[in-house]
């Protein structure tokens, strides 16, 4: 309206209003209108060429950047300043492994004088940490005499998205103290976290608060998400404390995080307690504490508080089911897991019923006995099976020695593609059931061809 108005008035002659229409376009993704009312602008600035360049370099790919770039020059013989480049770090980033413009820009800004600016540095890095280039990210972070958190956090960053999770922590141990904010703490704690290297993610935590740099929500998050990977009990309960003293423990989504911790580390009677006093519970608080229930054998509980949450008007989501179906599974309660499935698929709670419903309830039915049942169920079901559920079958087969089911199964998973573990359970059921003439010509087949079961094995940690 505003552009529509500046025409009618005669504006647009006028290079300020010009511009700042060319970034409103720009900035908003319309890319269209920001270069047609650029073209037909009668001259045009740096700053003019900044915001079409920007907005391109947001929305759009990095061909069209560098020919907008090289026209700034040929078409109206202007030079690109330090945020002209800037503004190009998005779409360069995102071309992710084009090395070759990075590395050209990377020289044109050295010939101009604009590498030694720290914005500069920070952006280039990230553009090369980005493009998976670590070793270039390096360089140019070690070139920086003068480096401030960003810089900092930049490198470290870029080791997170790399994966190189020790590096990352090394260059971590070696910032002044006075550097090291918040920032790069929690993004160095949840990147451990996420890489499955939960210790260290503790080590960062407690490092954090001897230097004085107070953790925030977001470092209690991850420090606790670490806590319940590692079910480690001690450093949780220190967490909780922390969150009760500084005023987090009435969050909700804390409080879940606690909860989830409480039930991995087997503390279903504190998760429970914290579940009480929450101030406000959401559906991820419903959730948690069922699966709880279900994971530690009281089915009975998680159904009595699926009867709670409706009464308190909260609305059951697939995952409420999921946490439903699986606590009657673990407690191999099978009629109130055939009312859970039979209301759900009835669409009662206007949830529908996911692949991974269909394979806990099937796993409830097998595994308590109901084999024709179950494997009718897997029949009926609107997905593609997958081989767990046929393999969960089979072994059930196995347990009940029921051959001819068995073959059935494991004509179906064969059909599947999947060819090995189906071997060794039928194999294993004809052996049940002393037909050791079906057993060996089994493996013999299995042998024959080039068939073989990777051991199974499993490790625990002193
Ligand atoms: C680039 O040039 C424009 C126009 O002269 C100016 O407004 C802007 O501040 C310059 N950027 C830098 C980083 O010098
Ligand atoms: C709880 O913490 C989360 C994560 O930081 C935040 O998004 C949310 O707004 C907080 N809730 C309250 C009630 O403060
Ligand atoms: C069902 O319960 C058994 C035994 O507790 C467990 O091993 C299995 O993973 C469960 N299945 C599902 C789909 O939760």
């Known amino acids: ?44 600035d740096v700053v003019a060429w900044n915001a079409v360049i920007s907005g391109f370099s947001l929305y759009s790919g990095l061909a069209d950047v560098i020919s907008l770039f090289k026209d700034m020059r040929r078409r109206d013989g202007l030079s ?37 600016d720290v914005v500069f ?41 790399n994966e190189m999770m020790m590096e990352a922590g090394g260059l971590f141990l070696q910032i002044e103290i006075c550097l090291k904010d918040i920032v790069s703490y929690n993004s160095l704690i949840s990147g451990c976290v996420e890489n499955c290297r939960a210790e260290e993610s503790l080590h960062l935590f407690r490092d954090m608060k ?54 991995k580390c087997g503390k279903i009677d504190v998760a429970n307690r914290v579940f009480d006093t929450m101030h406000k519970r ?17 089915g009975k509980e998680a159904l009595s508080l699926f009867d709670s949450m409706r009464d308190a008007g909260v609305s059951p989501d697939d995952v409420t089911f999921l946490a439903l179906l699986s606590a009657c599974n673990h407690s191999g309660l099978v009629d109130e897991g055939r009312q859970v499935f039979s209301s759900l698929s009835r669409g ?4 529908t019923p996911r692949i991974d419903h269909y394979n806990c309830m099937a796993d409830l039915l097998a595994r308590a006995g109901y084999l024709d049942e179950a494997y009718d169920h897997v029949n ?20 009940y020695k029921n051959v001819e089911l068995g073959d059935k199964v494991s004509t179906k998973m064969h059909s599947l593609g999947e060819t090995t573990g189906g071997f060794v359970l039928l194999s294993n059921t004809y052996s049940a059931v002393e037909r050791w003439e079906d057993a060996e010509s089994i493996r013999t ?18």
Request: proline share 3%.
């Open 210 to 263: 001897c230097s004085g740099v107070g953790p925030d929500i977001t470092t209690l998050l991850g420090a606790l998400t670490a806590c319940s990977h590692l079910a480690a009990l001690r450093h949780g309960f220190s967490c909780h404390g922390y969150c009760v003293v500084h005023g987090y423990a009435v969050n909700t989504t804390i409080c879940n995080a606690l909860m989830d911790m409480y039930t």
């Open 348 to 351: 009662d709670f206007n949830v």
């Open 80 to 116: 690109p300043n330090l945020s002209t480049i800037v503004g190009m770090f998005p779409a360069l980033g995102r071309s992710g492994g084009t090395l070759r413009e990075g590395r050209s820009v990377h020289g044109y800004c050295v010939r101009m004088g604009f590498s030694d």
């Open 445 to 462: 087949t299995q042998k024959k061809t080039g068939l073989h079961k990777i051991p199974g094995y499993s490790w625990v940690d002193v």
């Open 1 to 44: 309206m505003i552009h529509t108005h500046a025409k009618g008035s005669g504006f647009t002659d006028d290079l300020y209003v010009c511009t700042a229409v060319v970034d409103f376009y720009a900035k908003c993704g319309e890319l269209d209108m920001a270069i047609k009312v650029f073209d037909e602008m009668p001259k045009r």
């Open 121 to 161: 540095k920070t952006g280039i890095l990230d553009v090369y940490s980005k493009s998976k280039c670590i070793v270039y990210a390096r360089r140019v972070f070690d070139s920086s005499c003068l480096k401030n958190e960003v810089t900092w956090s930049a490198m470290i960053g870029g080791y997170i998205e």
């Open 380 to 399: 009926k079901m609107p997905f593609k099976p997958d081989v767990n559920v046929l393999g969960t079958l089979l072994s059930a087969c196995l347990t």
């Open 282 to 298: 959401d559906t991820v608080s419903w959730n948690t504490m069922m699966f709880g229930f279900g994971n530690h054998g009281i």
